[in-house]
């Protein structure tokens, strides 16, 4: 188990040195473009790097994220690198315990490793048969870039995000503080590319109920946004348990998830779907409706529901009692209106 990050610690991530110990000799980074600047195809099934990605990550650490994620299936690589991103500036920060010694609260390393916790996993377990990449017979150190990043990437693994089960929790596993989950998940969301553009709107089937059937932008298209930050937050939920009034990783009803989501994204929504809904900024009836817009049921003055915009007349909610996270569509007969939150 790890430890909580201290607000202290972050707040000298301002602070840059370089990490004493490089990634293993000969690693390069993989999903990024040539040159200087912004990002690239994919590569090999690896999501591309995104502009900030490419300017703000080491390309070492770039690599080793990219191939550390790639020994647990279905943990995306931007989520090392979140983590990376939230504990300690990707192995630049000054802080105590990055590069020597431990914090307050005993983590150690690039990654914030409790001295226990790194040695339960700084070697191939079970489900990784990966060995760590290393130069020689060193004995693994959680200062060593390679090391703590494999660790991690096992950590998250056996924590939940195998097949990317229950990312949400892994990360509240890793470091179990709401906080944590949201900055390393709206930071994770920053570094995926901008996709190809969204196709053209078209209208739903005649007789559909619900709002216009405008497939929603994919939110790797909507870099900058709140909105795209926001469904990337709501997606790494999916599979969390229903829970009434609950609005963390540990459960979510209908508004908590899309205020825990705009949380993530920097804005604050009011707590219930009824106050999400006056809230607003509504949409015109004939208006487009594009990923991270709010679709409400229910009526003016009794909303019962909201979701949140994914793709392709698609919503993730938190349904009811006995369900869990989902995604499904949103043309039901009693929907109500779309709002687009705004800063």
Same mark, same amino acid.
């Given at each position: 188990?790890?430890t909580?990050?201290a607000?202290a610690?972050?707040?000298?991530?301002?602070?840059?040195?370089?990490?004493?110990?490089?990634a293993?000799?000969?690693?390069?980074?993989?999903?990024?473009?040539s040159?200087s600047?912004?990002?690239?195809?994919?590569?090999d099934g690896v999501p591309?790097a995104?502009?900030?990605a490419a300017?703000?990550i080491p390309?070492?650490?770039?690599a080793?994220?990219?191939?550390a994620?790639a020994?647990?299936?279905?943990?995306e690589?931007?989520?090392?690198?979140?983590i990376?991103?939230?504990?300690?500036?990707?192995?630049r920060?000054?802080?105590?315990?990055v590069?020597?010694?431990?914090?307050?609260?005993g983590?150690?390393g690039?990654?914030?490793?409790l001295a226990?916790?790194?040695?339960?996993?700084?070697?191939?377990?079970?489900?990784d048969?990966?060995p760590?990449?290393r130069?020689?017979?060193t004995v693994p150190?959680?200062y060593?870039? =390679?090391? #703590?990043? $494999?660790? *991690? &990437?096992?950590?998250?693994?056996?924590?939940? +995000?195998?097949g990317?089960r229950?990312?949400a929790g892994?990360?509240?596993?890793?470091n179990h503080?709401?906080?944590?989950?949201r900055?390393?998940l709206?930071?994770?969301?920053?570094?995926?590319?901008?996709?190809?553009?969204?196709p053209?709107p078209?209208?739903?089937?005649p007789?559909?109920?619900?709002?216009?059937?405008?497939p929603g932008?994919a939110v790797?298209?909507?870099?900058?946004?709140?909105?795209?930050l926001?469904?990337?937050?709501?997606?790494?939920?999916?599979?969390?348990p229903y829970?009434?009034?609950?609005?963390?990783?540990?459960?979510?009803d209908?508004?908590?998830? =899309?205020? #825990?989501? $705009?949380? *993530? &994204?920097?804005?604050?929504?009011?707590?219930t +779907?009824?106050q999400?809904?006056d809230?607003?900024?509504r949409?015109?009836a004939a208006?487009p409706i594009?990923?991270?817009?709010?679709?409400f049921?229910?009526?003016?003055?009794?909303?019962?529901h909201?979701?949140?915009?994914?793709?392709?007349?698609?919503?993730?909610?938190?349904?009811h009692?006995?369900?869990?996270?989902?995604?499904e569509?949103?043309?039901w007969d009693?929907?109500?209106?779309?709002?687009?939150p705004?800063?």
């Open positions: 188990m790890l909580r990050l607000a610690g972050l707040a000298l991530l301002v602070a840059l040195v370089l990490l004493a110990g490089a293993g000799a000969g690693i390069t980074a993989i999903g990024t473009g040159g600047g912004g990002g690239s195809a994919v590569s591309a995104s502009p900030a300017t703000e390309l070492d650490y770039l080793l994220y990219q191939q994620a020994t647990c299936p279905g943990l690589w931007t989520v090392l690198a979140g990376g991103s939230v504990g300690s500036d990707h192995g920060s000054s802080a105590p315990g590069s020597s010694g431990a914090n307050a609260a983590a150690q690039p990654m914030q490793f226990a916790t790194f040695a339960a996993y700084d070697h191939p377990v079970a489900a048969p990966a760590t990449p130069v020689g017979a150190s959680p060593r870039p =390679a090391d #703590a990043v $494999y660790a *991690a &990437a096992r950590y998250l693994c056996a924590s939940g +995000a195998a990317g229950n990312v892994a990360i509240f596993a890793y503080a709401d906080w944590y989950v900055d390393v709206a930071r994770a969301a920053t570094y995926t590319a901008p996709g190809p553009s969204s053209t078209t209208a739903s089937p007789g559909t109920a619900g709002p216009p059937g405008t932008a790797s298209a909507l870099p900058g946004r709140a909105a795209g926001a469904v990337g937050y709501a997606q790494a939920q999916l599979g969390t829970l009434w009034g609950g609005g963390t990783p540990a459960g979510f209908c508004s908590g998830l =899309a205020q #825990a989501a $705009y949380h *993530a &994204a920097g804005l604050e929504l009011p707590r +779907a009824q999400q809904y809230a607003g900024p949409l015109p208006a594009e990923a991270g817009d709010l679709v049921f229910g009526s003016p003055t009794s909303v019962t909201v979701g949140i915009v994914a793709a392709d007349n698609q919503m993730i909610d938190a349904p009692t006995g369900a869990v996270v989902r995604v569509s949103y043309q009693d929907y109500l209106g779309a709002t687009r705004t800063g």
